[in-house]
Nanobody
Framework: QVQLVESGGGLVQAGGSLRLSCAAS????????MGWFRQAPGWEREFVAAVTFSGNSTYYADSVKGRFTISRDNAKNTVYLQMNSLKPKDTAVYYC????????????????????WGQGTQVTVSS
């Protein structure tokens, strides 16, 4: 089992920034690719960003490319999502997820392929 705990959400004005963190425990963190997803009320959960087990490769949804940055620190068992130039449409509950993938440069954007999920953290962007 892998336990994931997100933090860093909150209320911010449009144009502002937030940094989300996701702390992992339970298994070898560096064996997992990590992803961030979000879900707004009435919408399906959508992919935001992902990073490979090593941190060498990242992938972003078009809607956040150039504004969000995903990174990881395997020594701290933590993955981050730096969110800049936030927009009201970024308002959602943000979830981190782990997929067992200890090798390769492939990142997965499909939520159903992830093995473990955190409880989510609310991000609200006011206009």
């Amino acid at each position: 089992q892998v336990q994931l705990v997100e933090s860093g959400g909150g209320l911010v004005q449009a144009g502002g920034s937030l940094r989300l963190s996701c702390a992992a425990s339970g298994r070898t963190f560096s064996n997992y690719a990590m992803g961030w997803f979000r879900q707004a009320p009435g919408w399906e959960r959508e992919f935001v960003a992902a990073v490979t087990f090593s941190g060498n490769s990242t992938y972003y949804a078009d809607s956040v490319k150039g504004r969000f940055t995903i990174s990881r620190d395997n020594a701290k068992n933590t993955v981050y999502l730096q969110m800049n130039s936030l927009k009201p449409k970024d308002t959602a509950v943000y979830y981190c997820a782990a997929e067992f993938r200890p090798a390769g440069g492939v990142v997965v954007t499909t939520a159903s392929l992830y093995d473990y999920w955190g409880q989510g953290t609310q991000v609200t962007v006011s206009s």
